[in-house]
Each structure stands twice: as structure tokens, then as C-alpha cells.
């Protein structure tokens, strides 16, 4: 049930530290494993996967990569909407002014928009019209715990108490957004057979500081962050015919943070 042998996944966003994890999950078993990103280095690359420089943001980049996919494998059946951005400053100096919800810049919160929902719109537009028509295909939106419960600021503070950063409003509603629109496509191509389910994945550990990593850990039901391996069976889950009667659904893998 598992298995995605003969299945062809495109993950966006793969240049990431969960989306070489995503990668590789799919990858391990049985996907060819498409791997999208704005640009790709060597050691980025997941070994098997087939890389692709695209950008979720421009409907032309990727309806160029949706062609030679085609072209080259004929079909598309699993789609992970992967490709997303947290807000950093160039200047770490000005992150705690900058993060405060009263001076958050109005670029930062559109780069948000653009590519977390509008990108997530395009590629599902343009794979899942594919999707669609062969009436079958299973789209993953990767969507947040802090798009179901309001980031908790006090985990910022560092041991003498200091708040680093604030977390902005633009991930949390960005990735609200992403959960909403995924309930919205499950019900629209639902009688085309294709599944459309969010993944909310919590924290994951990745050499953060260590007060953060204990702040964060203290959280969760586990005590500890996500490691980066953490999501890839509920990945594989939810592309494969594991999860053939669940759509519009979203799937918290969070070591409990939102149960709390």
C-alpha cells in the first residue's frame, strides 16, 4: 500500500532541509522524484532525483518544467508543494525592530504571499489540471503547526531573557492559507479522483541555539524538536495508496506542540 513504484513526484523546494527529506522518502520508495528549486548545489541535490531550476512565483518556469516532465515521463502523479519562505533580515541588528508586528515590512510580508500561497496556487493549478484529467493524482500542500495556533513569542527569549525576533503574521497566515486552500481543492477535483491533503509539520532541529532548541523542546509532548527523517512516513502516507480515502485533511506531525 506504501509503495510508489511507477509514480512520478515533483517536490518544490527541494533544495531544503525537509524537502531533501521529502526527496529521499519518496524516492526510497519507488517514486521517480523530481526535484524543483530556484537553483540547486552540488550537495543539495538528493542522489536519484532528477533536478529542476524552477520558480513557483512565475507561471512560465513552471509550465516549462511541467512540459519537459511530461515530455520525458508522461505523467505526473504526486505533486509536494514544498517551496515556502521565512522572513530573514540583512541585518541581525535589526531583527527584534524589524519583527515587531507595528514595523514588519510590507516586502517581506508579500515575498511571503508569493511564494508560500501563490506559488502553492500555481503549481497545483498547472499539475493538478494534469492531475485532474487522468483522474487520479495526490497533491501534499506542506502547511505549519503556526497555521493552526498563534506562535508562542516567548520561545525567542534567549536565558537572560531577551527576545531575540518576534515571529511575523506573514508564516502563520500564509500557512493558514495553504490549509484553507487545500480544503477548497480537495472539495473541487474531489470527483476527479485527485486527493488533495495539507501536512503540518512542527519544529525541526538544525543547529539552532541551544536555549532555543530547549525552549522549543519544553513545548512539544516529546520534549524534543522534529528531526529532519521525522516527516517522511507521513509523507509517504499521504502520497500513496495508504491514504486512498483521505482528502482535505491535514495531518499534524508535531510531537504534540499544538496539543499542549
Given at each position: 500500500?506504501?509503495?510508489l513504484?511507477?509514480?512520478v513526484?515533483?517536490?518544490?523546494g527541494?533544495?531544503?532541509?525537509?524537502?531533501?527529506?521529502h526527496?529521499?522518502?519518496?524516492l526510497?520508495?519507488?517514486a521517480?522524484?523530481?526535484?524543483?528549486d530556484?537553483?540547486?548545489?552540488?550537495?543539495?541535490?538528493?542522489?536519484?532525483?532528477?533536478?529542476y531550476?524552477?520558480?513557483?512565483?512565475h507561471?512560465?518556469?513552471?509550465?516549462?518544467?511541467?512540459?519537459?516532465?511530461?515530455?520525458?515521463y508522461e505523467?505526473?502523479?504526486v505533486?509536494?508543494?514544498?517551496?515556502a519562505?521565512?522572513?530573514?533580515?540583512?541585518?541581525?541588528k535589526q531583527?527584534?525592530?524589524?519583527?515587531?508586528?507595528?514595523n514588519?515590512?510590507?516586502?517581506?510580508?508579500?515575498?511571503?504571499?508569493?511564494?508560500?500561497?501563490t506559488?502553492?496556487?500555481l503549481?497545483?493549478?498547472?499539475f493538478?489540471?494534469?492531475?485532474?484529467?487522468?483522474r487520479?493524482g495526490?497533491?501534499?500542500?506542506?502547511?505549519?503547526?503556526?497555521?493552526?495556533?498563534?506562535?508562542?513569542?516567548?520561545?525567542?527569549?534567549d536565558?537572560?531573557?531577551?527576545?531575540?525576533?518576534?515571529k511575523?503574521?506573514a508564516?502563520?497566515?500564509?500557512?493558514?492559507g495553504?490549509?484553507?486552500?487545500?480544503?477548497f481543492?480537495?472539495?473541487?477535483w474531489?470527483?476527479q479522483?485527485?486527493r488533495?491533503?495539507?501536512?503540518?509539520?512542527?519544529?525541526?532541529?538544525?543547529?539552532q541555539e541551544s536555549?532555543?532548541?530547549?525552549?522549543?523542546?519544553?513545548?512539544?509532548?516529546?520534549?524534543?524538536?522534529?528531526n529532519?527523517s521525522?516527516?517522511?512516513?507521513?509523507?509517504?502516507?499521504l502520497?500513496?495508496?495508504?491514504s486512498?480515502?483521505?482528502t482535505?485533511?491535514?495531518l499534524?506531525?508535531?510531537?504534540g506542540?499544538?496539543a499542549?
Amino acid at each position: 500500500m506504501f509503495s510508489l513504484e511507477g509514480k512520478v513526484a515533483l517536490v518544490t523546494g527541494a533544495a531544503g532541509l525537509l524537502g531533501r527529506n521529502h526527496c529521499a522518502a519518496l524516492l526510497e520508495n519507488g517514486a521517480v522524484v523530481i526535484a524543483c528549486d530556484l537553483s540547486f548545489k552540488e550537495e543539495q541535490i538528493v542522489k536519484g532525483t532528477i533536478p529542476y531550476e524552477m520558480d513557483v512565483t512565475h507561471v512560465e518556469s513552471i509550465k516549462h518544467v511541467f512540459k519537459d516532465v511530461l515530455d520525458k515521463y508522461e505523467t505526473i502523479d504526486v505533486l509536494v508543494n514544498n517551496a515556502a519562505v521565512n522572513e530573514m533580515f540583512e541585518d541581525p541588528k535589526q531583527a527584534l525592530e524589524l519583527s515587531k508586528f507595528e514595523n514588519f515590512p510590507i516586502e517581506l510580508w508579500q515575498k511571503s504571499l508569493d511564494v508560500n500561497l501563490t506559488g502553492t496556487f500555481l503549481c497545483s493549478q498547472i499539475f493538478g489540471t494534469h492531475m485532474a484529467g487522468k483522474r487520479s493524482g495526490s497533491i501534499i500542500n506542506i502547511a505549519s503547526t503556526y497555521g493552526i495556533v498563534g506562535p508562542d513569542q516567548s520561545i525567542y527569549l534567549d536565558q537572560a531573557g531577551f527576545q531575540n525576533f518576534y515571529k511575523s503574521a506573514a508564516y502563520p497566515a500564509t500557512k493558514s492559507g495553504v490549509i484553507g486552500f487545500t480544503k477548497f481543492l480537495a472539495s473541487y477535483w474531489g470527483a476527479q479522483q485527485v486527493r488533495v491533503n495539507a501536512l503540518s509539520p512542527g519544529g525541526v532541529e538544525n543547529q539552532q541555539e541551544s536555549w532555543f532548541v530547549k525552549n522549543y523542546a519544553s513545548k512539544t509532548c516529546l520534549k524534543r524538536m522534529a528531526n529532519p527523517s521525522d516527516y517522511k512516513g507521513a509523507l509517504v502516507f499521504l502520497a500513496s495508496d495508504a491514504s486512498t480515502y483521505m482528502t482535505g485533511a491535514n495531518l499534524v506531525v508535531d510531537g504534540g506542540w499544538t496539543a499542549i
